[in-house]
């Protein structure tokens, strides 16, 4: 109860918890504090709380400095998912296409093998990662840096839905908690604290995405980073983490590798002819035009075949390019 | 002594029957117009008085009052001067009274007596025939516009000449309802290289009349691209010919020397209109430039540089294509049924999508712009395409096709959709049915695809839509670039 007192204490003096667990002011709060009726209101909104002591709290997390004294969650995920093997991607917001396709590509492909997606719910990279895992119908773990009960940013409260109806949103701020600037980082430590590996997708020179990664090395997990164009202040970050040694990602297997697993092989999928001829152009990624006038076969059954490729989920398009999705 | 000449006011597109009274009396001298005039109309007075003088007329002594009847509409504009000129010199017995009675009179003053053109004649011409008046003086710049709805045209320079006429001294020129040469062609085809899914997608767009929005980074062709649309399109039948050319006369934008608008209209406003510019008001309604690309393209350049208001307006055209401009006086109705083209970029940098350039836009300024264009308006665009920026030896590639075969394909398609609307077979509902769930497509997505799919079997040549049909309509889906 210790605990969820000292959780509910942070949120309501708007402080980092750890600093106060011996203040004067907390035993005080403490003492007032009637833990039952806090847990009956909490689960009334549907949260749930697992407090650092509970045996189902990810052992991963519970080793790192500074763990949070429990979670709260949201959605009808079971806690074991956080327990089970995790890879975390993080990286821009802003991020480009192509940080885009590659975050979906390994949010679906690390998902399908069977671990569990963690990232930070975010645009650009954190969403489009949760949106990867979904589509593979894989479990993916969301880490809020505000009160439990909010979506932030809104635009993804969708997003935040469908993850909670499989798997679970966790935060280690109370209801009614205001995203602050400072809480951001110290939810990244949560990230990086729940997952084995962490990949930085495509981060600028002073990225939150560097900062979970500097929480992973700490933590002596593993540290990935995607390669970007040396030209791209975009991938400055993840380019910069490569320098100092982190292991460059070429494909989703290396992060597989890492945890010692394979990458499930989608079922065969049955495309036509003039696809699979286009399939192969695809070595680079090319705009529409460029592929219409790759296959000799006319923009109608050029398009046609796109769409199918599309569908297939073999290939993806982002602002007019085309690109393979690795599958 | 009392007059009566017969002009037209227009209400929309409408010519309502005003009839002029000029009564001439009295010792006191005097001049009143009475009858819900507007200033131009009152200011007719000084036109009048001297374009009399100069026809040589005298200006009758006494009190002259006109009215104009019915007195409950409102008049407005200069096009009653000729009118109520005519009828002053038939109440002052220097024209006769019964011959002005059978004629429609229309046209403006000049202070040297010259007549001058006004808008809306064809429009005029059209309620003089329905009110069986047969033959209409007017300007003889607008007597081709006039002779285009089956009135008899008396076209004079000159106030002189029509009291000539009026007089019996004058027999008219026949005026025969000929068009001249056609506008300039639309620039063609050819000079667009590479851009095949854009030109593809024109092709369509040609066919089934579906609105076409092209977004990407500036500088790739898309407004070049657009702009092309009307050159593949067909040109108007009658029907259709003269229902532009009605509402083009009542804006004053016919070309005197073809009044009759033959080829689909073109109308690209400036990012910068107002609601009312685009789907037409004012005080005194006016067709907007909506109801002015009737039958025709209206381009919207950098669409989501407009006001929203403005492109909310224009839902209501792009499904029922009419505009319904309600005012205290009355409801008028102007048609609206045009093919809407619009361009973007993807952001408000301009760089998105273009990999020579990093975008610097915040994601909240993404979002701001992405938030300008609702929902429903995106919906209705049946077709969307990606125009990425074209490499270096795309430019220097070979001229791309004309525009003339272009066309031809685009009119027998059009034929083969006027006789029958190809049905989807099994395998294209098993396929849209999948994309509904994977990719996902809204109800209304849904059914946009399916337009296409028709447009693209019936350009195919095909009673029905197959599943690569179906495919190919699915690649113009709005990406989740501009839906995001």
């Known amino acids: 109860m210790n605990e969820l007192a000292l959780a509910a204490f942070a949120a309501e003096r708007g402080v980092h918890a750890r600093l106060e667990e011996r203040s004067a002011r907390f035993a005080a709060f403490r003492k007032a504090f009637d833990g039952a009726r806090y847990l009956a209101a909490l689960e009334r909104r549907g949260f749930r709380w697992l407090a650092r002591s509970d045996l189902r709290f990810p052992p991963l997390l519970r080793t790192i400095h500074d763990a949070p004294s429990g979670l709260f969650l949201r959605g009808s995920g079971d806690p074991d998912v956080l327990a089970r093997p995790a890879v975390a991607i993080v990286g821009a917001r802003a991020c480009s296409g192509y940080g885009t396709q590659v975050a979906r590509m390994l949010g679906r492909e690390l998902a399908a093998a069977g671990l569990v997606v963690v990232s930070g719910l975010a645009r650009g990279v954190d969403g489009e990662a949760h949106r990867g895992a979904l589509d593979a119908g894989g479990a993916t773990v969301a880490v809020l840096g505000c009160g439990i009960d909010r979506d932030y940013p809104a635009a993804h409260a969708e997003l935040a839905r469908r993850i909670g109806d499989t798997a679970l949103v966790v935060s280690e701020y109370a209801p009614g908690v205001e995203p602050a600037p400072w809480r951001f980082p110290a939810r990244n430590r949560i990230i990086a604290g729940l997952a084995q590996a962490t990949v930085v997708v495509e981060a600028r020179e002073r990225s939150g995405a560097l900062i979970t990664a500097d929480f992973a090395l700490e933590e002596g997990r593993e540290v990935l980073a995607c390669p970007g164009e040396i030209t791209s202040s975009l991938s400055a970050g993840s380019n910069a983490l490569l320098r100092v040694g982190a292991t460059p990602l070429t494909s989703a297997a290396d992060v597989l590798e890492v945890f010692g697993l394979h990458a499930v092989d989608g079922a065969e999928v049955d495309v036509s002819a003039t696809a699979q001829a286009l399939l192969a152009e695809l070595d680079a990624p090319l705009t529409g035009d460029e592929l219409v006038r790759a296959s000799g076969v006319g923009a109608a059954a050029a398009l046609a075949a796109l769409s199918e490729l599309e569908l297939a989920g073999l290939v993806s398009s982002s602002a007019g390019v085309f690109r393979r999705t690795g599958r | ?484």
């Open chain 2, 1 to 484: 002594m009392l007059a009566r000449a017969v002009t037209h006011a227009l209400v929309g597109l409408d010519a309502r029957r005003v009839e002029v009274e000029a009564h001439v009396g009295g010792q006191i001298p005097g001049f009143t117009i009475v009858g819900l005039a507007d200033r131009a109309v009152t200011e007719a007075k000084e036109r009048v008085r001297s374009g009399v003088r100069c026809a040589e007329c005298d200006w009758p002594r006494g009190r002259i009052t006109v009215n104009l009847a019915p007195a409950a509409l409102r008049k407005e504009g200069s096009a009653f001067d000729l009118a109520i000129a005519l009828a002053i010199l038939a109440a002052s017995g220097q024209v006769p009274r019964d011959k002005l009675d059978r004629h429609a009179v229309h046209g403006e003053l000049a202070l040297d007596g010259r007549v001058r053109p006004v808008s809306g004649v064809f429009a005029v011409a059209e309620g003089a025939k329905r009110a069986k008046m047969p033959r209409i003086i007017c300007a003889a710049r607008s007597a081709h516009e006039a002779a285009l709805a089956g009135v008899e045209p008396v076209p004079v320079w000159h106030l002189a000449e029509a009291v000539a006429y009026l007089r019996g001294e004058l027999e008219p020129e026949a005026v025969p309802a000929r068009n001249g040469r056609p506008p300039p062609a639309a620039p063609d085809l050819q000079d667009v290289r590479g851009q095949e899914r854009a030109r593809r997608a024109l092709e369509l767009a040609a066919t089934g009349g579906h609105n076409l929005l092209l977004a990407g980074p500036p500088g790739t062709g898309k407004t070049m691209l657009a702009r092309r649309l009307p050159g593949l399109l067909p040109a108007l039948r009658d029907g259709a010919a003269l229902e532009v050319t009605r509402i083009h006369s009542v804006a004053g934008i016919l070309r005197p020397e073809q009044p009759l608008v033959t080829t689909p209209p073109f109308r690209a406003p400036h990012h910068s209109a107002s609601a009312a510019a685009i789907v037409g008001g004012g005080r005194g309604p006016r067709p907007g430039e909506a109801s002015l690309a009737h039958r025709g393209v209206l381009l919207l350049d950098e669409l989501p540089e407009f006001v929203r208001p403005a492109l909310e307006a224009l839902r209501q055209p792009l499904e029922d294509g009419v505009i319904s401009v309600a005012r205290a006086e009355a409801t008028v109705l102007y048609p609206a049924r045009f093919q809407l083209v619009g361009t973007m970029n993807l952001c408000p940098c301009g760089a998105r999508g273009d990999p020579l350039l990093a975008c610097s836009c915040t994601p909240q300024r993404l979002t701001a712009y992405a938030n300008k264009l609702s929902r429903a308006l995106l919906d209705r665009f049946d077709l969307v395409v990606l125009v990425p920026r074209p490499r270096a030896h795309d430019l220097a590639g070979p001229a791309g096709e004309a525009s003339k075969p272009v066309r031809e394909r685009v009119a027998a398609a059009r034929e083969r959709l006027e006789q029958s609307v190809p049905t989807r077979d099994e395998e294209a509902d098993a396929l849209l049915t999948r994309a509904v769930e994977s990719l996902p497509l809204s109800g209304r997505g849904r059914a946009r695809v399916a337009r296409v799919a028709a447009t693209i079997a019936a350009l195919a040549d095909s009673g029905v839509a197959r599943s690569e049909h179906v495919a190919e309509a699915l690649s113009y889906r709005a990406p989740r670039e501009l839906t995001a």
